[in-house]
């Protein structure tokens, strides 16, 4: 009996570890990753790897981008973005789940309090966040809803 409960136990904390795994699951045909935990669907093609933009340029690109067969993508506030960041990695601070990633500062939309002439970001080569004037050029991976 205690051979089958201890069992059972492990079992459970194995099928919770996998579930816990899988928050970010990548679909490849469509070239996005999906956060189970937040129902967010980040674009994760080539773009997100290579293409820098200012910040209103950034907001632009994502308001126009046409990926996996939706439309209805936008710029990543700094709460969306912060949420991907994986701050026990380094040096790509975000889950393997995302192929399309470089170690440099990607916009979000949200306006620094402090000085509207700047936004914030995250660096990716070691998960922290940092503000920048938005007329620098930045790395940008936008985000939509997938209700």
Known sequence: MKKNILGLLLIIGISANLVASE??????????VVD?????????????????????DAIDYCDN?????????HLPNYNELWGVADRSRVNLAIDPAFKNVVSNYYW??????????GA??????????FG????VSGSVRCVRDNN
């Open 120 to 129: 914030w970001g995250v660096y990716f080569n070691g998960g922290y966040d």
């Open 65 to 73: 981008l046409t990926l996996g067969g939706y439309s209805n993508w």
């Open 132 to 135: 920048h004037y938005k007329s």
């Open 108 to 117: 979000s939309s949200s306006t620094l309090v402090s000085d509207a002439s």
């Open 23 to 32: 928050r970010f699951v990548r679909d490849d045909t469509k070239e996005v």
């Open 36 to 56: 189970s935990a937040t129902n967010l669907m980040w674009q994760d093609d080539a773009d997100a790897k290579s293409v820098t933009k200012t910040w209103e």
